[in-house]
């Protein structure tokens, strides 16, 4: 509370501290506890859009790799296919495994 001590600030213009030590190291306290919540809250922010992110690279990367084996499976049908031709025309079958 410290009453006599803030009216002895206010009578002596600022002369005498408004606050005592405990209650300045109160609100230190406080304050410094705020700031490292709010920066617990940013940190929590930004490894959410890291996660984000690396969730749409991952995503991305798993895309490309579909297209990469679709067009591969593709054209080892077709390879398949006129390798078929050939048995049946009596060509010699082609070298090689199927495209990976």
Not at 52 to 67: F, G, H, I
Not at 84 to 95: I, M, V
Request: overall charge positive; glycine content about 4%.
């Amino acid at each position: 509370m410290g009453m006599t001590r803030k009216l002895m600030s206010i009578s002596t213009l600022g002369m005498v501290s408004y606050r005592d030590k405990g209650e300045r190291a109160n609100k230190y306290a406080r304050q410094t506890r705020n700031a490292a919540r709010a920066q617990v809250a940013q940190n929590a922010a930004q490894i959410e859009v890291a996660r984000q992110q690396l969730t749409a690279l991952d995503y991305a990367n798993v895309s490309e790799e579909a297209r990469q084996y679709e067009a591969a499976m593709v054209k080892w049908q077709i390879d398949m296919a006129l390798w078929r031709a050939r048995q049946r025309a009596a060509l010699p079958p082609p070298t090689g495994e199927p495209y990976k």
